[in-house]
Each structure stands twice: as C-alpha cells, then as structure tokens.
C-alpha cells in the first residue's frame, strides 16, 4: 500500500513539529495558520509503500522519526 502526505518542514525547532497535511493546500494553510511562516519550508510531498498497518505503525515510531519515513 502507499500513503503520501505533504510536510512542510520546521527549520528552526525539531523536525517533529513539521506541519503535514493530506494536501498541498490544506499544508500552506496549517503554515499560514501558525502565524510564522518564516519557520517552516516549502511543503514537500512524501510517499511510503508499507505492507499492512503494522508496517506502517513501525515505520512511524521507530527511532529517528522511522525507516524510510525521512
């Protein structure tokens, strides 16, 4: 299976407080929304192939922000 999602990525804190969003219009709006757009880049799209929603949940949580997630 495969999940894409859009992340605009925090350049000034940790990476795990990216905005991501199903859409690259719903993504500028989450940065437009949080009042400081200088902080975040462009929205970038990302793909994962995962074989069934265990994969998936492993490749979330594993250690630096999951395999193949990056």
């Given at each position: 299976?495969?999940?894409t ?21 719903d ?7 949080c ?36």
């Open positions: 299976m495969k999940m999602c859009w992340v605009a990525e925090n350049l000034k804190g940790d990476k795990s407080e990216s905005i991501i969003a199903r859409t690259r219009h993504c500028e709006q989450k940065v437009i929304a009042g400081c757009a200088a902080d975040y880049g462009m929205p970038l799209k990302k793909s994962f192939l995962y074989g069934d929603a265990f994969d998936l949940f492993e490749m979330a949580t594993a250690k630096d922000g999951g395999r193949g997630m990056g």
